[in-house]
């Protein structure tokens, strides 16, 4: 039993590795495909976009975009849906600690890219996050590497949340609002048992 137990850790433990390898790897050729297609097509490709009033969803935040974040789009709070690898790896993003000075609350909810989600109680917390954010009149940009994938479970979560609805629902809605946006095998299993959270919860406070 304890062979079986053991052998099923290493897998897991060799699966894991490889599937932050390969984000390692995958990250300036999907960094810059994300930047030629905004250069290219930023209507149909925006770097980011308001969701509602409290919630904006993006890509990896620049330096340079600092100023107009804040000045049009009232940020008052960042969650970041990469790992910290990737905040660092181009001189010029933003993270934990550039955000901070500015006074702008930072919170992560670290996930592997292309593969990796997060568990429910993560995504609670980011939840509770972006609603404190939103209670004190500000926006919350909340991003992973494109705003594609791991931000969309994280927004498409909250919409739940706030609007109860059903997670197809949300994520039309999400798409109406970022076209580009995507959910994966995985970003879906946290989405649905999300949602079944939310059940569990409507259902015990009736």
């Known amino acids: 039993m304890n062979e079986y137990l053991f052998g099923g ?112 109680n993560e995504i609670e917390k980011a939840i509770h996050f972006i609603d404190a954010i939103g209670k004190q009149g500000k926006s919350v940009y909340v991003h992973c590497k494109a705003g594609r994938t791991r931000s969309t479970t994280v927004v498409v979560c909250y919409l739940m949340a706030k609007n109860n609805w059903m997670p197809n629902v949300a994520f039309e809605y999400l798409k109406s609002k970022r076209p580009h946006v995507l959910l994966r095998s995985a970003h879906w299993r946290s989405v649905n048992e999300y949602r079944r959270y939310l059940d569990h919860h409507y259902q015990s406070h009736k």
């Open 9 to 120: 850790a290493v897998e897991q433990l060799i699966n894991i590795l490889i599937a932050f390898m390969f984000s390692v790897i995958a990250f300036y050729p999907s960094i810059g495909y994300n930047l030629i297609r905004n250069y290219l097509q930023s209507a149909k490709w925006p770097w980011y976009s308001r969701i509602d009033e409290t919630v904006v969803q993006g890509a990896l935040p620049f330096r340079s975009m600092v100023d107009e974040l804040q000045r049009n789009e009232n940020i008052g709070g960042v969650v970041s849906c990469t790992e910290e690898f990737e905040t660092k790896a181009l001189w010029s993003t933003m993270g934990k600690s550039e955000w901070e000075k500015l006074g702008i609350a930072y919170h992560e909810i670290p996930m592997v890219d292309f593969v990796g989600s997060s568990s429910r």
